[in-house]
T-cell receptor
Framework: EAGVTQSPTHLIKTRGQQVTLRCSPI?????VYWYQQALGLGLQFLLW???????NRGNFPPRFSGRQFPNYSSELNVNALELEDSALYLC?????????????FGPGTRLTVL | AQSVTQLDSQVPVFEEAPVELRCNYS??????LFWYVQYPNQGLQLLLK??????LVKGINGFEAEFNKSQTSFHLRKPSVHISDTAEYFC???????????FGPGTSLSVIP
């Protein structure tokens, strides 16, 4: 069974640009989570989608947005990139829309903003 | 808001010695608690979770954790560590089954041969 996949693996952008990160959940999983893992800050919760709807949102500015498609894959968009957006962006999926489900994580997308 | 504290950012320990990684959470009526591990250059994976019932939870790779409601703690333990246990360990909490999962800052465990 294929795990959670994310693309691209690495990305380099400059300040002010926009970026789109992609995540494909494990087959059969309906929930997708996005986290930001910046150096020394642990995992910061960004967004949670389930069945195509935004379930919850973390304390990030509106320039962080996303969506979930009918096939449950998901995109994370970041507009007007700032230097502090440099981080590893992790996607996770779970079988259903309850937080007690185990989350299965992808390898992440490393974003560098210059 | 729910929060998680992992007091030790780094824990060095000799191989075959016991280890305890500490986790405290802000109190709530009820919580669900998790420990995830991130091995070098790998994604996170679940070690164990507490949902209800017995306060002693056993996980993979010989790890266990004890839920202590009065001390709002969920410390992770292993009686004898191996080199392969070197990783970043994250404690996490969710207030309800429909609330987001909040992760702690992580504890870096280094096992010394």
């Amino acid at each position: 069974e294929a795990g959670v996949t994310q693309s691209p693996t690495h990305l380099i952008k400059t300040r002010g640009q926009q970026v789109t990160l992609r995540c494909s959940p494990i087959s059969g999983h309906t929930s997708v989570y996005w986290y930001q893992q910046a150096l020394g800050l642990g995992l910061q919760f960004l967004l949670w989608y389930d069945e195509g709807e935004e379930r919850n949102r973390g304390n990030f500015p509106p320039r962080f947005s996303g969506r979930q498609f009918p096939n449950y894959s998901s995109e994370l968009n970041v507009n007007a990139l700032e230097l502090e957006d440099s981080a590893l962006y992790l996607c996770a999926s779970s079988p259903s829309g309850i937080s007690t489900d185990t989350q299965y994580f992808g390898p992440g997308t490393r974003l560098t903003v210059l | 808001a729910q929060s998680v504290t992992q007091l030790d950012s780094q824990v060095p320990v000799f191989e075959e010695a016991p280890v305890e990684l500490r986790c405290n959470y802000s109190s709530s009526v009820s919580v669900y608690l998790f420990w995830y591990v991130q091995y070098p250059n790998q994604g996170l994976q679940l070690l164990l979770k507490y949902l209800s019932g017995s306060t002693l939870v056993k996980g993979i790779n010989g790890f266990e954790a004890e839920f202590n409601k009065s001390q709002t703690s969920f410390h992770l333990r292993k009686p004898s560590v191996h080199i392969s246990d070197t990783a970043e360990y994250f404690c996490a909490v969710s207030k309800t089954s429909y609330d987001k999962v909040i992760f702690g800052p992580g504890t870096s465990l280094s096992v010394i041969p």
